[in-house]
């Protein structure tokens, strides 16, 4: 991996973390790093099974737990926190969650570690280290530069970084919040062979996520030939990890990935090799788990508003971010359903 590719793509990163701090408040050059207040305790219901120790007192490998799995990084910081608020006080068992932090590894892992256990002294967790080098080459510019950060291509490895006795993760996004229970869609059904569920958008234009040299090319455009393939948002799934392995799906996501380097098959980040590698193939979830989109498109930032239907999660992806947009005082009527989730310890806060 040559040092100025690496570079380039951090650089981008900083661009990001930068616009999204300029947005929000004046950082001065001694500022201390953001405070987060202590989240409430959160206890089992009754009627929630007890899983067994596995000897280390994390109960990792339990079949019981509920395993989720998150990136971290300085930018969206201050959503994942809300998100993983919102996980545990909707959850019906959240002494059963378990959560898995990606981090890069050129992050002050320490600060991230210690944020997390500031505000949730009882979580159950771990931080692995992601090298950005290891997909840095990889990576296409996109329309927006957030797309680009190496951390956004974390998901692919989760089946290399969490411990092989994980068989079954929900990855989600820090730009969103549940409302429902997350063992509910932690259990959502696989069937016999699909390695994923997400919710489906089969009314999205799905030829408009992929360029035209892809579609004039036979050879290309026939891996969807019997596939019902519908556009689905990758920040919210359900991934059965033993089966990623056994079918080596990182590898595949990779190979698209070399040839966009080489043809230019698509234009937004993360989300095509998904798109080319799981599309049609993939189990059903109800739209109710991913009202996405909120964040606006990718250029303006629009406000957005709610899908029809009923709502167990709200995804703020797109360019706006709530924590941002609230900071500015120009909010989106949506954004007062995130604020009730915001740990930020702000000098105005009465609380300490």
């Given at each position: 991996?040559?040092?100025?590719?690496?570079?380039?793509?951090?650089?981008?990163?900083?661009?990001?973390?930068?616009?999204?701090?300029?947005?929000?408040?004046?950082?001065?050059?001694?500022?201390?790093?953001?405070?987060?207040?202590?989240?409430?305790?959160?206890?089992?219901?009754?009627?929630?099974?007890?899983?067994?120790?596995?000897?280390?007192?994390?109960?990792?490998?339990s079949d019981l737990t509920i395993h989720v799995a998150m990136t971290l990084d300085a930018a969206y910081l201050r959503g994942s926190m809300a998100a993983i608020l919102s996980v545990l006080q909707h959850s019906s068992c959240?002494?059963?969650?378990?959560?898995?932090?990606?981090?890069?590894?050129?992050?002050?892992?320490?600060?991230?570690?210690?944020?997390?256990?500031?505000?949730?002294?009882?979580?159950?967790?771990?931080?692995?280290?992601?090298?950005?080098?290891?997909?840095?080459?990889?990576?296409?510019?996109?329309?927006?530069?957030?797309?680009?950060?190496?951390?956004?291509?974390?998901?692919n490895y989760l089946a290399n970084l969490l411990p092989l006795c994980v068989r079954r993760v929900v990855y989600l996004d820090s730009d969103l919040l549940l409302v429902d229970d997350i063992g509910d869609l932690a259990a959502?059904?696989?069937?016999?062979?699909?390695?994923?569920?997400?919710?489906?958008?089969?009314?999205a234009n799905f030829t408009a996520y992929f360029t035209p040299t892809f579609w004039s090319n036979p050879a290309l455009s026939l891996t969807f030939a019997g596939r019902k393939a519908c556009y689905f948002n990758t920040g919210?799934?359900?991934?059965?990890?033993?089966?990623?392995?056994?079918?080596?799906?990182?590898?595949?996501?990779?190979?698209?990935?070399?040839?966009?380097?080489?043809?230019?098959?698509?234009?937004?980040?993360?989300?095509?090799?998904?798109?080319?590698?799981?599309?049609?193939?993939?189990?059903?979830?109800?739209?109710?788990?991913?009202?996405?989109?909120?964040?606006?498109?990718?250029?303006?930032?629009?406000?957005?508003?709610?899908?029809?239907?009923?709502?167990?999660?709200?995804?703020?992806?797109?360019?706006?971010?709530?924590?941002?947009?609230?900071?500015?005082?120009?909010?989106?009527?949506?954004?007062?359903?995130?604020?009730?989730?915001?740990?930020?310890?702000?000098?105005?806060?009465?609380?300490?």
């Open positions: 991996m040559p040092k100025s590719t690496l570079n380039r793509y951090h650089t981008l990163c900083l661009v990001n973390l930068v616009l999204s701090l300029s947005f929000t408040f004046t950082v001065s050059a001694s500022s201390p790093p953001p405070q987060f207040r202590e989240a409430p305790e959160f206890y089992n219901s009754p009627e929630c099974p007890q899983s067994r120790d596995d000897g280390e007192g994390s109960n990792v490998c959240p002494q059963n969650v378990a959560f898995h932090f990606v981090a890069s590894a050129s992050a002050d892992d320490g600060h991230l570690r210690s944020t997390i256990s500031n505000s949730f002294p009882y979580l159950r967790f771990q931080v692995y280290r992601f090298d950005d080098s290891a997909v840095a080459g990889l990576i296409s510019t996109s329309i927006r530069a957030a797309l680009d950060c190496p951390l956004n291509y974390a998901r959502t059904p696989l069937g016999d062979q699909a390695v994923l569920a997400a919710p489906e958008y089969c009314n919210v799934m359900v991934i059965d990890l033993k089966r990623w392995r056994t079918g080596d799906y990182t590898a595949k996501i990779e190979e698209w990935m070399e040839l966009q380097k080489r043809m230019r098959i698509y234009e937004l980040g993360s989300l095509p090799p998904f798109l080319l590698v799981f599309a049609g193939n993939i189990a059903p979830v109800d739209h109710r788990w991913n009202q996405h989109g909120l964040g606006g498109d990718n250029f303006r930032g629009l406000c957005r508003d709610l899908h029809p239907g009923p709502v167990s999660l709200l995804h703020w992806s797109g360019k706006g971010k709530p924590w941002a947009r609230l900071d500015a005082n120009r909010p989106c009527p949506l954004d007062a359903l995130w604020a009730p989730y915001d740990l930020l310890q702000t000098p105005f806060s009465l609380d300490s």
